[in-house]
Nanobody, 115 residues
Framework: QVQLVESGGGLVQPGGSLRLSCTAS????????MDWYRQAPGMEREFLAR???????IASDSVRGRFTISRDNAKNTMYLQMNSLKPEDTAVYYC?????????WGQGTQVTVSS
């Protein structure tokens, strides 16, 4: 069974930074597109960024220029570097992969931006 485990969330002040990690088990991240999403209370889950197998990245308008997605294939881990955090970035952050018609999500990691 594919497993995704996020880590790195926490409480940070506005303007601060965090780096989230998503470590995969039973799949090689190098073979798949992988995404980051987030979900704030009372809101729908929102796409943030994608890392492709060719090394290209895509970011949503809401985070482009502040958040950077990357991956370390040797560690089988994907990252989300988040800078210039704002209170509206408060949410649970999830990593996601789609394999052979099936969706896989991690359990999420909470990010709270507050002074």
């Amino acid at each position: 069974q594919v497993q995704l485990v996020e880590s790195g969330g926490g409480l940070v002040q506005p303007g601060g930074s965090l780096r989230l990690s998503c470590t995969a088990s039973r799949l090689a991240v190098s073979n798949y597109f992988m995404d980051w999403y987030r979900q704030a209370p009372g809101m729908e889950r929102e796409f943030l960024a994608r890392s492709t197998t060719s090394g290209d990245t895509i970011a949503s308008d809401s985070v482009r220029g502040r958040f950077t997605i990357s991956r370390d294939n040797a560690k089988n881990t994907m990252y989300l570097q988040m800078n210039s955090l704002k209170p509206e970035d408060t949410a649970v952050y999830y990593c996601y992969v789609f394999i052979s018609g099936r969706e896989y999500w991690g359990q999420g990691t909470q990010v709270t931006v507050s002074s």
